[in-house]
């Protein structure tokens, strides 16, 4: 069974409104996790790594203020798409690594959002 | 920084056939190597992983993959497939001691023909 809950796994809005995405580990605790962007027949591009009590770090590129990180509690981490534009549209994935360095990490199931 | 490349984006076979996915990575140094599976409406999943020792590491459902260092490759084989493996792959590197976010390919599609 799934180890990380992404929810909702799909979201249709107009242009203009803001969208959260959650991501939680089950079952264990996740001090950091990974936010990617899948855009069609295209990989899997890392956003940010969300760290449980501090600030999320962004890849380059990525603005911060449009994609908002938080990452209240150890089990938690939430993907806030403020404003979102039709670009905005696409897939986005957690993920949240289990344990040690070698130990697996975890994805969630995907948030498919399109922007009227 | 690390990149992937994946070279097959679309592959078709009948079932029984042999399949090779190709992977090849750039990265100065040491790295972690794997393939994940997703299966249409389906979430990530880790076939097989590589961090060090035998090159040909063996993974779930028949998988496995050798890593090459001298080419560094890490092609993905599996040598009868069935229709249950259509689904998209992806080939993924981290470096060893570093950061955990995984670097993907492009990814390649497998349809498996009954």
């Known amino acids: 069974g799934a180890v990380v809950s992404q929810h909702p796994s799909w979201v249709i809005c107009k242009s203009g409104t803001s969208v959260k995405i959650e991501c939680r580990s089950l079952?264990?605790?996740?001090?950091?996790m990974f936010w990617y962007r899948q855009f069609p027949k295209q990989s899997l591009m890392l956003m940010a790594t969300s760290n449980e009590g501090s600030k999320a770090t962004y890849e380059q590129g990525v603005e911060k203020d449009k994609f908002l990180i938080n990452h209240a509690s150890l089990t938690l981490s939430t993907l806030t798409v403020t404003s979102a534009h039709p670009e905005d549209s696409s897939f986005y994935i957690c993920?949240?690594?289990?344990?040690?360095?070698?130990?697996?990490?975890?994805f969630g199931d995907g948030t498919r959002l399109s922007i009227l | 920084a690390q990149s992937v490349s994946q070279h097959n984006h679309h592959v078709i076979l009948s079932e029984a056939a042999s399949l090779e996915l190709g992977c090849n990575y750039s990265y100065g140094g040491t790295v972690n190597l794997f393939w994940y599976v997703q299966y249409p409406g389906q979430h990530l999943q880790l076939l097989l992983k590589?961090?060090?020792?035998?090159?040909l590491v063996k993974g779930i459902k028949g998988f496995e993959a050798e890593f090459i260092k001298s080419k560094f490759s890490f092609n993905l084989r599996k040598p009868s497939v069935q229709w249950s493996d259509t689904a998209e792959y992806f080939c993924a590197v981290n470096a060893e001691g570093g950061r955990r976010a995984l670097t993907f390919g492009s990814g390649t599609r497998l349809q498996v023909q009954p």
């Open positions: 590589y961090f060090s020792g035998d090159p």
């Open positions: 079952d264990f605790q996740a001090t950091t």
């Open positions: 993920s949240a690594p289990q344990g040690a360095q070698r130990q697996p990490q975890h």
